[in-house]
């Protein structure tokens, strides 16, 4: 599986951005989906996760209400719907998939390269 995340950059606390995650190689339906973000000098962390069939989406607790992962399987696509950025959002964020879904870095068995995200105060 081969993923490449887009829709990085830079924004001011407060903005809006939304990034998404083209898939191929398979079929976007039979994997689980999410997404990982590493700032400078810390653990790459779990942000959002989504199953097969969208039915229940699971997120960190510093995303939560601020945050929207999505996906559309028709356009092997994923999503990440960021509203309300903070300073502490700034990281490289990562599409990911895997055949079980997770929010276990080290259960993850495709990452994409990241997208940088970069909130300004």
């Known amino acids: 599986v081969q993923l490449q995340a887009s829709g990085g950059g830079l924004v001011q606390a407060g903005g809006s951005l939304r990034l998404s995650c083209a898939a191929s190689?398979?079929?976007?339906?039979?994997?689980?989906m999410g997404w990982f973000r590493q700032a400078p000098g810390k653990e790459r962390e779990f942000v959002a996760r989504?199953?097969?069939?969208?039915?229940?989406?699971v997120y960190a607790n510093s995303v939560k209400g601020r945050f929207t992962i999505s996906r559309d399987n028709a356009k092997n696509t994923l999503y990440l719907q960021m509203n309300s950025l903070k300073p502490e959002d700034t990281a490289v964020y990562y599409c990911?998939?895997?055949?079980?879904?997770?929010?276990?870095?080290?259960?993850?068995?495709?990452w994409g390269k990241g997208t940088q995200v970069t909130v300004s105060s």
């Open positions: 989504i199953p097969r069939y969208a039915t229940n989406t």
């Open positions: 990911a998939a895997s055949t079980f879904i997770t929010s276990q870095v080290d259960g993850i068995d495709w």
């Open positions: 190689g398979r079929t976007l339906s039979s994997l689980g």
